[in-house]
């Protein structure tokens, strides 16, 4: 069986049920695109592959423990396990205090970071929770594209074939959601900054 003419999907429910082989050629297929996205965001090559070599621990192990469903192309998948793990790390960095090799620094430093960090966190939730119930006020075909998009991160030609209208209309559609979503900010009043 030549592997390279499987779909992705086909290679994983392989891979699911034992053939290892099936693994090397996703990793083939999709490796330098992933690496590329982590180190654009990290820029430290060491970083890169350590970030790299955890997403594909996450999706060994979600597909091994028979977690992974099928919910759109596996590649959109992995790039959202590692733009999760890309923020992970960026969050991690954030906590940890820095000594600047002078006097000056001071352990309190540090706490006054974190607690910025959960006022910023604090902050987010409340963003995010005004944002989805603004999109649950939307008309249906409006608010199915919009969580399509922010938080399945489809591109809008993925959108257009699992709702079944063209490019165009989803586009459209997004905007029309877009331009709702202004209203209901500021009939409300309501600012979503982070």
Known sequence: MRLSLLSDQELVLLYAG???????????????KVFHYILSKVKDEDVANDVFQETFFKVIRTIKLDQYREEGKFISWVMRIAHNLVMDHFRDAARIPRNSG???????DGINMLEEN?????????????LRRMIEHLPS??????????????????????????INTALG?????????????KQHNITLEV
Not at 118 to 130: M, S
Not at 141 to 166: C, H, N, P, W
């Open 18 to 32: 034992g053939n290892e082989s099936c693994l090397s050629e996703l990793l083939r297929r999709h490796q330098r």
């Open 102 to 108: 002078n006097d000056d620094w001071n352990i309190f």
């Open 118 to 130: 959960v006022q910023d966190r604090l902050i987010r939730r409340q963003v995010e929770g005004d």
């Open 141 to 166: 075909d409006q608010r199915e594209l919009v969580q399509l998009r922010m938080y399945e991160e489809l591109s809008f030609k993925e959108i257009a074939e699992k709702t079944g209208v063209s």
């Open 173 to 185: 559609r997004f905007r029309y959601a877009v331009i709702n979503l202004r209203k209901m900010m």
